[in-house]
């Protein structure tokens, strides 16, 4: 009679002669004997199904992929190739060294967080902030949330909660995420009055709206689009004069509120914190981590008495930002002190002045790269482009810029497939590659491009089409 046949399954080692395995036991040393045993077991349970005998050097193999893929971090660096430079999905301003410095020196030990060394005695974690905000804004105080939309709720709940507030119908917008201004002011407990009409609003619409259940007047930046044509909308000096009149608090949401005039880098003018209180704001919010170059939080600048009364609320102990934001925070706040060195020191002013001459030699030197790496699957051409600053930041300006496109080659039909391929591989590099795809074509805008060295190593492969 024949031998009959052994199940694979009845061969499989176990979790003990594992572990003998001297390729095991490396793999312990580096990972942990918890997390080896889950994966060994794993591995083992996947053989089972299958009714496959173990081989010993695959078996270890694939425990140390599974380990690696378990421990890789979700959230990692990309290359933002997207002409975008403030990107919201990518996270807008990259931090400037000496804000990464200061966030490691406080995560690695204890700090002073909420600690006064003058006297010894407990403090207010926003000291650490609130002197440059106070000094670089010309406000009489300051606080910080983690981010503008909390800081405007904060505001909105402390002033003006059971109490309508006014507000132009041109500026109840909607931001990316579906965050819209009527909602978040539903969140606050304070009741949005519309007035005026989308394209024309005028003083006398908000003096005729004023009334006993008024709790604030309130302008808010319209972020991420423009009306243009038969417009009219007020003075952010006119309202805060009719406010006061009765006794009102102005607030201005500014949305990105860069802290430095841009024109005198060639860019677009954009509102700043210092322009709304010189005319008259009482308070006024806006973002860290867009114009001003910073980490995420929300800024609320203005009189002493009102950002006493926000500070006060229980939401800002909710609201409020941890240590690494505040040291980060602080070293850029820092770095406006010496506004002749900014645009070298602060990557997302870098970034925004740098001239497109200089981009374009960039794609020049990295396009003979791109077209080996790609090889016959797409032509690869240095082109002018244009980008934007991103985060509703002058959403109808635009930066030039160059870009390099892939165009994929081959048969039309199939142009689209091997235009996602080229996309998917670029995603699958060590460090992600984020273009943009626009009529038929990959563009890579080289305007965010620093680590152009690193850049070009990750192309030393050749792309399989």
Not at 152 to 179: M, W
Not at 382 to 408: D, H, K, T, Y
Request: glycine share 8%; charged share 20%.
């Amino acid at each position: 009679m024949p031998d009959t046949p052994i199940d694979p399954r009845r061969t499989l080692p176990s979790m003990d002669q594992i572990l003998g395995w001297p390729a095991i036991s490396s793999l312990v040393e580096q990972f942990g004997l918890t997390l080896v045993k889950s994966r060994a077991n794993q591995q083992l349970d996947a053989l089972r199904h299958a009714q496959q005998a173990c081989e010993p050097d695959l078996f270890v193999v694939s425990v140390e992929q599974q380990l690696h893929a378990l421990l890789a971090p979700s959230l990692r660096k990309v290359f933002n190739l997207t002409g975008t430079v403030l990107h919201t999905n990518l996270g807008r301003a990259p931090l400037p060294e000496e804000a990464i410095r200061a966030m490691c020196d406080v995560a690695r030990g204890a700090s002073n967080l909420e600690f006064d060394l003058a006297i010894g005695k407990r403090g207010d974690r926003d000291s650490h902030v609130e002197t440059w905000l106070c000094r670089l804004t010309g406000a009489e105080a300051a606080t910080v949330v983690n981010n503008n939309a909390a800081a405007v709720l904060l505001t909105l709940n402390t002033l003006a909660k059971g109490k309508e507030v006014l507000v132009s119908r041109g500026e109840l917008v909607e931001i990316g995420g579906a965050f819209r201004v009527p909602d978040i002011m539903r969140r606050a407990q304070a009741k949005l009055h519309e007035v005026g009409t989308t394209n024309r609003t005028h003083r006398r619409d908000y003096d005729e709206a004023i009334s006993k259940r008024t709790g604030m007047l309130m302008t808010i930046h319209t972020s991420n689009y423009v009306i243009q044509g038969f417009t009219a909308s007020v003075a952010e000096s006119e309202l805060a004069a009719s406010a006061h009149a009765h006794g009102l608090p102005y607030a201005v949401d500014l949305g990105s509120g860069s802290l430095i005039d841009m024109r005198q880098w060639g860019l677009p003018y954009e509102p700043t914190p210092m322009d709304s209180l010189r005319n008259g704001a009482d308070l006024v919010t806006f973002s860290g981590d867009k114009l001003l170059g910073g980490p995420q939080a929300g800024i609320i600048v203005g009189k002493r008495e009102l950002i006493e009364k926000v500070k006060k609320n229980p939401l800002k102990r909710a609201l409020r930002c941890d240590k690494l934001t505040l040291a980060a925070l602080e070293a850029v706040l820092g770095l406006y002190a010496s506004p002749e060195t900014l645009s070298q020191r602060l990557p997302a002013l870098r970034w925004l002045s740098r001239p497109q001459a200089n981009i374009a030699a960039q794609a020049q030197r990295l396009s003979p790269a791109l077209q080996r790496w790609v090889g016959d699957a797409a032509q690869v051409q240095s082109v002018e482009v244009m980008g934007q600053i991103g985060s509703g930041s002058l959403p109808i300006e635009r930066l030039p810029s160059q870009a390099i496109a892939l165009s994929p080659t081959g048969p039309a039909r199939s142009a689209n497939r091997r235009l996602l391929a080229i996309q998917r591989a670029l995603l699958d590099m060590p460090v992600p590659v984020i273009g943009r795809i626009h009529d038929g074509r990959l563009l890579l805008d080289l305007r965010c491009l620093d680590e152009e060295q690193n850049f070009a190593d990750q192309l030393k492969g050749c792309f399989a089409a």
